[in-house]
């Protein structure tokens, strides 16, 4: 199973911009999907971008036009560039895979806290 380690998370001010990073421990080539999901406080997580193995991209209506998510096989690696943030974009980033026929993965990293301030 891949491990996945985030980081990038700082605190900004509203209508700043992040840039989050996401390392796994092996080739992502194989992934099917990759995303990021975030979780504030008192609520529950919930996926914010996707992105398929083809370079098909989803996002949640909330971060759509602010959001980008992008990956790097020959890195390993998956980012979230992250503009205009808004005080409600406040939460604890994480990333996570899909292999093809499975749900997304159990196994949470530690995450990357990103505060946004008004």
């Known amino acids: 199973q891949v491990q996945l380690v985030e980081s990038g998370g700082g605190l900004v001010q509203a209508g700043g911009s992040l840039r989050l990073s996401c390392a796994a421990s092996?080739?992502?080539?194989?992934?099917?999907?990759m995303g990021w999901f975030r979780q504030a406080p008192g609520k529950q997580r919930e996926l914010v971008a996707s992105?398929?193995?083809?370079?098909?991209?989803i996002y949640a209506d909330s971060v759509k036009g602010r959001f980008t998510i992008s990956r790097d096989n020959a890195k390993n690696a998956v980012y979230l560039q992250m503009n205009s943030l808004k005080p409600e974009d406040t939460a604890v980033y994480y990333c996570n895979a899909r292999s093809y026929g499975s749900a997304w993965s159990s196994n949470w990293g530690q995450g990357t806290q990103v505060t946004v301030s008004s």
């Open positions: 992105i398929m193995d083809s370079g098909a991209t």
């Open positions: 092996r080739s992502i080539e194989s992934i099917n999907a």
